[in-house]
């Protein structure tokens, strides 16, 4: 009986051993942070005279916090939470598919969830992609430079 008991512990020691995780830390876009993008691509657009729409996303590409300034149109409250989403998922700002959809791999375009142009751009935070800001609602150049605003803006 000794001798079952004690192979008994000793297996349980082994597999608990082995089945034990590694546990890892995320760092996330809270609430705060995204309202924080917000008001820097605000400040942007202010500054361009542009009346946007402004999305912020999870790095899964999910809507955290969306603002709709006055006189903004309303198509560009779809186009800039995908243009978010593109950016967020892809970890990439949606104005190099724009180029590369103009250049020589117009088929880039057709890649599930990609939006080839303008105006997401990816909140990295010590080389980790957090989320993204989308923008719509004004010329391109516009989108661009918002959207990049607010990202560079996150520290």
Known sequence: MKKILSLALLSAALFGAAGAQAVTTQTILTESDAQ????????KAHALNANVCIAVLD???ELLAFQRMDNAPVGCIDSSILKGRAAALYRTPTDKYMDRANGKEPAIATLPGVIPLGGGSPVVWKGNTLGAVGVSGSANPNEIAIAKAASDSFK
């Not at 924080?36 to 400040?43: C, D, F, H, R, V």
């Open 59 to 61: 790095q899964s590409g």
């Open 36 to 43: 924080k993008l917000i008001a820097a691509a605000q400040e």
